[in-house]
């Protein structure tokens, strides 16, 4: 039996595209933890309340789900790069058939294939 899997001219770009994902995403987390209030020096609550009203829906539990989603985002990220070094990228977690190429140029970190993502919901 023949593994299947993307040939190196296809996994090439997408790696490429995953680091370049990744430092984002660590640059984004950088970001996050300046933001939250809980975090860093503690400004005056009430600094400039009237105006302010956008920066104050900054608050930690906000900060604390956008830190969770760039979290998920780099597990996801290194995830996928193990499995293009395993050379099982692509392949569906469920069924082992390859993922649709026009799914994973829209996010190539999916481990699932359109079916058995569609059974999932
Ligand atoms: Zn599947």
Not at 21 to 40: S, Y
Not at 63 to 81: C, P, Y
Not at 98 to 114: E, F, G, H, K, N
Request: net charge positive.
């Amino acid at each position: 039996m023949r593994p299947i899997s993307f040939p190196a001219n296809v996994l090439e770009p997408v790696k490429k595209f995953l680091l370049k994902k990744q430092e984002k995403l660590k640059q984004r987390k950088l970001e996050l933890e300046a933001e939250d209030p809980f975090v860093g020096d503690n400004r005056l609550p009430n600094h400039a309340a009237s105006d302010s009203g956008a920066v104050e829906e900054v608050s930690h539990d906000r900060v604390a789900a956008l830190k969770w989603e760039v979290d998920k985002g780099l597990i996801n990220i290194r995830k996928t790069l193990t499995r293009i070094k395993l050379g099982n990228y692509g392949l569906c977690e469920n069924c082992g058939r390859l993922i649709d190429t026009d799914r994973l140029a829209i996010d190539p970190t999916a481990t699932l294939c359109v079916e058995c993502s569609g059974k999932k919901k």
